[in-house]
T-cell receptor, first 112, second 114 residues
Framework: GDSVTQMEGPVTLSEEAFLTINCTYTATGYPSLFWYVQYPGEGLQLLLKATKADDKGSNKGFEATYRKETTSFHLEKGSVQVSDSAVYFC???????????FGGGTRVLVKP | GAGVSQSPRYKVAKRGQDVALRCDPISGHVSLFWYQQALGQGPEFLTYFQNEAQLDKSGLPSDRFFAERPEGSVSTLKIQRTQQEDSAVYLCASIGTISTDTQYFGPGTRLTVL
């Protein structure tokens, strides 16, 4: 079945550091890929998405590129802020269906 | 409405009690999903509606779990004879059109079974 694997946290960084969160997936077909973010006390929000190979999703300084050859969708940000402290979830949606399959989440803590 | 709303936000139940969790999707959204998120884990799919039709209930963990969406808008997730392992955050999400990729999530209902 479909699965998403992402690096375990917590990831602790200083402000302005570079952030990478690895995400790999297993799925049949050509899934759409997503990063969702959950800020403290808030619900899940879509951060970015990519719907086909080599697409790059970007939002709020975050980027991720859909790499079919390595079945990966790693999240990156060049200079994190304290406000980026949150839990980040990688997810896929198989083309044929609509349900999301999530990874386990990665907690990121950015210190001033 | 402005977003997906869920009620109650918090529910404490004694083991064996029945609970009902409500989801109000974004007005006009066709598809509605329920997910279960255990502490420290990612959400896991429970069930999916397109309008009033329940098209996929493969994620429901047992026959104690039941969901409905009788008029194609508000949905209720019912858990009968709750067990401690049912303690989790229950998330609802909706999509405007079938081809749209973006699911909009509600704030969730945190269920604690004592």
């Amino acid at each position: 079945g479909d699965s998403v694997t992402q690096m375990e946290g917590p990831v602790t960084l200083s402000e302005e550091a570079f952030l990478t969160i690895n995400c790999t997936y297993t799925a049949t077909g050509y899934p759409s890929l997503f990063w969702y973010v959950q800020y403290p006390g808030e619900g899940l929000q879509l951060l970015l998405k990519a719907t086909k190979a080599d697409d790059k999703g970007s939002n709020k300084g975050f980027e991720a590129t859909y790499r079919k050859e390595t079945t990966s969708f790693h999240l990156e940000k060049g200079s994190v802020q304290v406000s980026d402290s949150a839990v980040y979830f990688c997810a896929l949606r198989r083309a044929a269906g609509n349900k999301l399959t999530f990874g386990g989440g990665t907690r990121v803590l950015v210190k001033p | 409405g402005a977003g997906v709303s869920q009620s109650p936000r918090y529910k404490v139940a004694k083991r064996g009690q029945d609970v009902a969790l409500r989801c109000d999707p974004i007005s006009g959204h066709v598809s509605l999903f329920w997910y279960q998120q255990a502490l420290g884990q990612g959400p896991e799919f429970l069930t999916y509606f397109q309008n009033e039709a329940q098209l996929d209930k493969s994620g429901l963990p047992s026959d104690r779990f039941f969901a409905e969406r009788p008029e194609g808008s508000v949905s209720t997730l019912k858990i009968q004879r709750t067990q401690q392992e049912d303690s989790a955050v229950y998330l609802c999400a909706s999509i405007g059109t079938i081809s749209t990729d973006t699911q909009y999530f509600g704030p969730g209902t945190r269920l604690t079974v004592l």
